[in-house]
């Protein structure tokens, strides 16, 4: 009966540090890239889609779906073994989803990262833009993506469109064309270090 306990106890234990093992390569790993350059400030927001969805914070709009996909690295998510994907099952659709809201003015600059895939399908591509706020009212588009692409990692300073505020936040919206859906994974702002 005790020797049940010990194994019982030290396979817990085994589990928590490999869930808090692989919690960490899956959530840091993207940060790596910034690390390197010596440019992590403070993280500001930081999303893997992992856990529970949606995500606590973030907002979701529209009439098409967003799912929390379950897959392997490279195929339905980038790292680890979930990520969201906007989809619909009709034509011109669209769904947005807003990080939740971040301190614009702390930490240094607003560093945006985050992967993402739309691959077209019989000729059909939905499509990805991104916009910030700085005050919930006004949005101005950062960048949007109209074609067909694999899992590409984009790195966008959002101060060079807006400036700062204590309440920003950003939106992902897909306009939805009967593609194979949009997928986003390893949402991150930071700040940057020595700003």
Not at 51 to 61: K, L, N, S
Not at 99 to 118: A, C, R, S, V, Y
Request: neutral net charge; proline residues 4%.
């Amino acid at each position: 009966m005790d020797m049940r306990k010990t194994i019982l106890k030290d396979a817990g234990a085994l589990l928590v540090v490999a869930i808090l093992v692989s919690t960490a390569i899956f959530v840091f790993t993207p940060m790596a890239r910034l690390a390197k350059a010596g440019q992590i400030g403070q993280i500001k927001v930081q999303e893997g889609f992992e856990f529970a969805f949606p995500p606590t914070g973030w907002t979701i709009v529209g009439p098409a779906s967003i799912i929390q996909t379950t897959g392997h690295p490279g195929g339905e998510c980038q790292i680890g073994y979930h990520a969201a994907k906007m989809f619909s099952t009709g034509n011109r659709f669209f769904v947005q989803m807003g990080t939740p809201t971040f301190n614009g003015k702390k930490g240094g600059g607003n560093i945006l990262t985050f992967w993402h895939k739309q691959l077209s399908s019989n000729n059909h591509q939905d499509q990805l833009f991104v916009f910030v706020t700085n005050d919930l009212v006004n949005y101005v588009q950062i960048t949007g993506y109209t074609s067909s692409m694999d899992w590409t990692y984009e790195t966008i300073n959002l101060d060079s469109f807006i400036k700062p505020t204590k309440t920003m936040q950003v939106w992902f919206i897909a306009i939805l064309n009967y593609g194979n859906g949009v997928y986003l994974d390893e949402v991150t702002i930071t700040g940057v270090s020595g700003y």
